[in-house]
């Protein structure tokens, strides 16, 4: 397809997704978060030629929520390996929404899959006195290809300020045994590894390492092992999209991942990384025009895993 085929393709599928904007809500349950524009959107595909095209919002910065999850999971199964972050997290879907507490004190207590806030924070107590978060910020700017991530200074202290639930789940967790540190600091970095300012730019060129094996496609260095990829890959198709993750599956078929400020962060394995940010929600906490849009894409261009 030529360029201007594919910016066609975008603002026709962002025209669709804009539809959806009134049936969503901006997430409040962080105050600064609530302060987002409803009707931005934006989308960013990159692809392996090194090509980037964009239609609406896609240079606008907003936090990468739990889309970071996804890299504390890349980072953690680099530096600490398959075994040390298996034995603490699991790798089913959970079934219950992001932020969910109620699973941690039945049978093991071990939280379900990493792209849950139990689960990240798990990860994160892994990763605690081995990276800083200077050290994190970098692998986020180098697997997204984007310098221009920093703290959102606004968004952490928030955030901070507003993280009972996020407490109570971590010592729940130190009540198992199963996070080590001290409870401040995981929350420390886990919401500051939450307040990291991206694009749908960013996003896309982190979908683009992943759907390309790991390696990065413009200057042929491998970020990440294929084994990492595999497993990150399949746990967002599994796990993702919270409690939507088994509609979604069906429906777009994409190893996808969403987080609370609006952010998709989508992989067309061996082609495309997709990047999208609307931070109008559907009930899930997930970018509802977003949703749409993929459907969409999907369709229109058998993008689906399991596409004849
Ligand atoms: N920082 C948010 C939280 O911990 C991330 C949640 C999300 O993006 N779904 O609640």
Same mark, same amino acid.
């Given at each position: 397809m030529d360029k201007e085929k594919i910016l066609k393709v975008l603002n026709e599928t962002l025209a669709l997704g804009r539809k959806d904007i009134p049936l969503g809500e901006v997430a409040d349950y962080i105050p600064e978060l609530?302060?987002?524009?409803? @009707?931005a959107l934006g989308i960013a595909l990159a692809g392996k030629s090194g090509n980037v095209y964009t239609a609406g919002d896609a240079e606008s910065r907003f936090t990468i929520q739990s889309i970071s999850k996804v890299i504390s999971l890349c980072v953690a199964l680099e530096s600490r390996g398959y075994d040390a972050v298996f034995d603490r997290v699991? *790798?089913?879907?959970?079934?219950?929404?992001?932020?969910?507490? %109620?699973?941690?004190? !039945? %049978?093991?207590?071990?939280?379900? @899959?990493? *792209?849950i806030n139990s689960g990240a924070l798990a990860i994160v107590d892994l990763l605690l006195g081995k990276y800083t978060f200077t050290e994190l910020l970098e692998i986020s700017r180098k697997l997204c290809r984007d310098d221009g991530i920093r703290l959102d200074e606004r968004v952490y202290r928030s955030e901070m300020e507003n993280c009972s639930r996020n407490r109570a789940i971590c010592w729940l967790l130190k009540s198992k045994g199963i996070i080590e540190n001290d409870v401040d600091e995981i929350l420390k970095l886990y919401t500051a590894m939450c307040s990291l300012s991206v694009t749908a730019c960013s996003l896309a060129n982190l979908g683009l390492i992943l759907a390309n094996d790991? %390696? =990065?496609?413009?200057?042929?260095?491998? !970020?990440?092992s294929s084994s990492t990829v595999r497993v990150v890959k399949t746990i967002m198709l599994t796990?993702? *999209?919270? =409690?939507g993750s088994g509609q979604f599956a069906v429906e777009v078929g994409l190893p996808t991942k969403s987080g609370i400020g609006g952010g998709l962060l989508s992989v067309v394995d061996k082609y495309l990384g997709i990047g999208i940010y609307g931070p109008s929600l559907d009930k899930k906490g997930n970018c509802i025009a977003g949703g749409a849009m993929l459907r969409r894409l999907s369709s229109e261009f058998g993008l689906h895993i399991f596409a004849p």
């Open positions: 609530g302060k987002a524009d409803k @009707n699991g *790798m089913e879907p959970s079934g219950e929404a992001f932020n969910s507490i %109620v699973e941690l004190d !039945l %049978v093991s207590g071990k939280p379900y @899959n990493p *792209m790991g %390696v =990065d496609a413009i200057s042929g260095e491998r !970020l990440l796990c993702g *999209m919270y =409690d």
